[in-house]
C-alpha cells in the first residue's frame, strides 16, 4: 500500500470514528426534530437529523467500491444526497428518514459515478442508466448460474431478457465500461520512466521532412525561373504579373498594358503557362495554377 493510500484509510479510519458517536434517533425524536426543520427552518435540528444518519451513508458506499472510485468520495457525495433527502423530507408520510433519504443517497452517489467514469458521457438513457449499475451484477449471476466464460452474442441476448434491453445495448455499454479512460501521464510499466505521452507522435513534422520540403521547394523555385528564361518578353511579364503576383492584374488591366483586347490577353496567358508547364517537364506536376492567378506551391518566386 502507497503512502497516500494509507493517509486516505487513515482518514477514513478517522472519519468513521467520528460519525460513530452520532447516536441513532427514535422515532419519536427524529418526527420531533423534522417538524421543527419542516415548520420553523431550524438548521439545527437538520443538523442532527444529518449527522445521526451518516452512517448509514458509508454503509450504502460501500455497495458501490466495485466500482473503482475512492469510498471517501463516493461518501462524500451520498451525504450530500442525505442532507437534500432532510430539505424535502415531510414526517407526516408515516416512514423513517432512511428510508426515504436512501433513495437520495443512492441517486448522488450513482450520478457521480456516471460522470466520472468516463470522460465521454456514460448512461444518459433510463435504459443505460439501468445497463450501467445492473450489467455487472447480472453478468455475475449469469456465469454463476450457467457457467459461462467469456460474453459473447448468446449473453449478451440472455442478459437483454433479463434486464428488459436491447442485446445491442448490452454489447454497448460492455465495451463502454470495459474501456476505461487512461491518463497520457500514467506510466508505462512499473519503473515509472516513461509515460503514455512519450509514445504518441508529435504533431510537428520532424527535422528531416522540414529539410526534404525546403530543398523541393528551392530546387522547384530554380526550375521555375529556369523556365521563365525560356519564354519571351511578354510571355515572361504575363506569368509574372497573372500567376506569380501577390495582387495579380486583371485580364482588362492586362489588355491595356499591351493595347489589345481582354480575350487577346486570356489567350496569351494560356499560351504562357502552356509553354512554362513544357518547360519545367515533370515539376509542372508540383505547380499549382489557381484561377485567380497566385501561384501558391512555390512562396516567393515572383518577388
Known amino acids: 500500500m502507497s503512502e497516500t493510500q ?17 447516536p441513532l434517533l427514535s422515532l ?37 467500491r466495485a466500482y473503482g472510485l475512492r469510498l471517501t468520495d463516493l ?3 451520498g451525504n450530500i444526497g442525505l442532507m437534500r433527502a432532510v430539505q424535502k423530507f415531510d414526517p ?12 437520495w443517497i443512492r441517486a448522488y452517489i450513482q450520478n457521480f459515478l456516471l460522470r466520472s467514469w468516463s470522460i465521454v458521457k456514460v448512461g444518459t438513457t433510463q435504459a443505460q442508466r439501468k ?27 440472455r442478459i437483454a431478457r433479463r434486464l428488459r434491453v436491447k442485446p445491442s445495448e448490452v454489447e454497448e455499454m460492455e465495451q463502454r465500461m470495459d474501456g476505461r479512460d487512461l491518463s497520457l501521464d500514467a506510466p508505462v510499466g512499473e519503473d515509472g520512466g516513461t509515460a503514455h505521452l512519450d509514445f504518441l507522435p508529435g504533431r510537428e513534422p520532424s527535422a528531416d521532412l522540414e529539410l526534404g520540403d525546403a530543398e523541393e ?20 511579364f504575363i506569368i509574372l504579373k497573372r500567376v506569380m503576383s501577390d495582387r495579380p492584374m486583371t485580364l482588362k488591366e492586362l489588355g491595356e498594358h499591351f493595347g489589345f483586347s481582354r480575350e487577346r490577353a486570356r489567350q496569351l496567358e494560356i499560351r504562357a503557362k502552356q509553354k512554362l ?15 485567380d492567378g497566385q501561384l501558391v506551391e512555390v512562396e516567393g518566386a515572383g518577388a
Open 6 to 22: 494509507q493517509r486516505a484509510r487513515g482518514a477514513l479510519e478517522v472519519y468513521l470514528s467520528e460519525i460513530s458517536r452520532f
Open 28 to 64: 419519536d425524536d427524529e418526527q420531533r426534530l423534522a417538524r421543527r426543520h419542516r415548520d420553523l427552518g431550524d438548521t439545527r435540528a437538520a443538523h442532527a437529523l444529518v449527522t445521526a444518519n451518516l452512517r448509514f451513508v458509508v454503509k450504502v458506499a460501500h455497495e458501490y
Open 75 to 77: 461518501i462524500q457525495e
Open 92 to 103: 407526516d408520510k408515516g416512514i423513517r428518514l432512511i428510508s426515504y433519504a436512501v433513495w
Open 131 to 157: 445497463l450501467f449499475f445492473s450489467l455487472g451484477r447480472t453478468r455475475r449471476a449469469l456465469c454463476a448460474d450457467e457457467g459461462a466464460g467469456s460474453m459473447g452474442p448468446e449473453d449478451f441476448r
Open 217 to 236: 521547394k528551392q530546387q522547384l523555385r530554380l526550375a521555375i525561373f529556369q523556365a521563365l528564361d525560356k519564354l519571351d518578353e511578354r510571355e515572361r
Open 277 to 291: 508547364r513544357s518547360s519545367l517537364g515533370a515539376a509542372a506536376a508540383e505547380v499549382d495554377w489557381p484561377v
